[in-house]
């Protein structure tokens, strides 16, 4: 673990260097994650033989197909498997070659950092207690400052060339050799890619830029999307449809797709809701692949897609740290702007979205909490779709005043779910929206979608959140609202099947 630099150090460095400050320099030195980059080397080093092995193994195939078949396209298939899968071996080495010395150029970069950091340590130590008479401290200070300075300069150039090295192979794919593979007589031709991969293409090569950038906010996003599309199935299972880092002053969006976009009979577009942050779509994720499965349970042999959209500026997850932009998250809870400015975004992203899906493919907007005021906004628009599903929702949004003001969806296909013990879909939450936000307005968030008024398919679903007390304050309030709740259990299977289509079976309560 790097060292902390001493309190007076660290001041000192600012007024007594220049830009890059040294504690700049050991955070960056400080981040790095040679264990991680060795734990990928050492597959990568299990590989290489694999693959050069089974080269030699085809192409000896392919001169015995040679000699015993009188039809060349066997030879010349063989050959080809052959020739890809030296081109995969060839990758897999050029990604060994430059993770190899970069591991080596981070961890002796660490170790020289710590080193040097500990001396101005005990150094900045010394000059506070055993000065010597007649010594003037500030040379001391500017001495100790710039001999770090130099040593973490020394170490820094090397690491930033060892990032350059690395982000020109970090984007190489060892499948690219096999896309163009000919296939065996009798067989299916080979897949052209869908413009879904190859747009996800694109965001995971930028993705992996970024996981190799000196910048440690941008790294820390990279990780947490890329953990995003793991567990929202892996590679075969999840796109990357959006990656955008630098939005919204660095919260950022993106937007995955679960399970094939492309083939899929159904699709649902998700928006969540306030605290939601695109560097933490994990456990969103979870609960996309739990709708699917009940999406396909409940209409079976038809497949099922659902795009995880966190493409606006949600409030509440502000990750830049900086307290004024926490406060301003904060506010931008207490009212809809933030949910009308997004609606434009979501409206134009679900038009290029139902365009990769299959033409045939019923497409709903889910959104939840204040991410369902963001749908009902943006359906305002005339939109690609067939239902719209408000969960737990706040309110409607001012531009809406009953489900007839939807373009291209009528009320019979705008259903709403909010469960009783939902603080969120309560008049308290106006009442402490206006609180903090100010009286512009008695309902902050527009009207409420559950209520008779508004016209919309009440859909009739008990929570089966765990009702746990907190300190005798009732339900688990967090529970009650959480997406989970909202899409699992009959709720999740409610709404499942009008994703399918089978609005039919949807049960229905009247408005409150």
């Not at 030195?29 to 290489?48: F, K, R, T, Y």
């Not at 995971?204 to 440690?216: F, K």
């Not at 456990?283 to 099922?304: M, N, Y």
Request: charged content about 15%; aromatic content about 4%.
């Amino acid at each position: 673990m790097m060292p902390e630099l001493h309190p007076h150090l660290r001041s000192w460095t600012g007024t007594y260097t220049s830009h890059p400050y040294p504690h700049d320099t050991a955070v960056t030195i400080g981040n790095l994650q040679p264990d991680q980059l060795a734990a990928a080397a050492g597959i990568l080093i299990g590989l290489s033989p694999v693959l050069h092995d089974g080269y030699f193994d085809v192409d000896r195939q392919a001169a015995l197909a040679a000699a015993a078949w009188s039809a060349p396209e066997p030879v010349s298939h063989l050959r080809a498997l052959a020739t890809a899968t030296e081109r995969a071996a060839d990758t897999i080495d050029r990604l060994r070659d430059a993770l190899l010395p970069a591991i080596d150029v981070f961890r002796q970069a660490q170790s020289g950092a710590a080193a040097a950091i500990t001396w101005a340590n005990t150094a900045t130590d010394w000059t506070q207690n055993y000065v010597a008479t007649g010594t003037p401290e500030a040379n001391l200070r500017i001495s100790i400052c710039r001999a770090l300075k130099q040593s973490l300069d020394g170490l820094r150039a090397p690491v930033e060339s060892a990032m350059a090295d690395l982000a020109g192979v970090i984007h190489l794919d060892p499948q690219d050799g096999f896309e163009t593979l000919p296939v065996a007589g009798g067989l299916a031709p080979p897949q052209a890619p869908t413009a879904t991969d190859r747009v996800a293409r694109n965001n995971l090569e930028q993705l992996g830029a970024d996981l190799v950038s000196p910048d440690r906010r941008l790294r820390a996003f990279a990780a947490g999307v890329l953990a995003g599309v793991h567990r929202a199935g892996g590679a075969d299972g999840a796109r990357l449809l959006i990656y955008d880092p630098a939005a919204f002053g660095g919260q950022g969006r993106a937007a995955i797709a679960v399970g094939d976009l492309a083939a899929a009979d159904h699709l649902a577009v998700l928006t969540p809701g306030i605290g939601n942050s695109p560097d933490e779509m994990g456990d969103t994720a979870v609960t996309a692949r739990s709708l699917i499965a009940q999406a396909e349970r409940v209409a079976p042999g038809e497949s099922t897609a659902v795009v995880l959209w966190f493409g606006y500026d949600i409030p509440l997850s502000d990750r830049t740290g900086s307290p004024a932009g926490w406060l301003n998250d904060a506010f931008a809870a207490a009212d809809d702007d933030a949910a009308r400015a997004g609606a434009a975004l979501l409206a134009d992203d679900t038009r290029w979205i139902a365009r990769l899906a299959a033409p045939d493919a019923t497409v709903t907007m889910i959104g939840h909490s204040m991410g369902s005021t963001t749908t009902s906004e943006a359906a305002l628009s005339p939109l690609p779709v067939d239902n719209i599903v408000l969960l737990g929702s706040p309110g409607a949004g001012h531009g809406v005043t009953t489900a007839d003001d939807y373009q291209g969806v009528t009320r019979e296909n705008v259903f709403v779910l909010s469960h009783p013990a939902d603080p969120v879909t309560r008049t308290e939450t106006d009442i402490g929206a206006v609180l903090l936000d100010g009286p512009r307005t008695s309902s902050p968030f527009g009207p409420d979608p559950a209520d008779s008024s508004f016209g919309a398919q009440v859909i009739d679903a008990p929570s089966t959140a765990n009702a746990l007390q907190i300190d005798g304050m009732g339900p688990n309030i967090l529970a009650e609202h959480s997406i989970t709740n909202y899409l699992t259990g009959p709720a999740g299977t409610a709404v499942a099947a009008v994703i399918t289509g089978r609005t039919g079976r949807v049960p229905r309560k009247p408005g409150r």
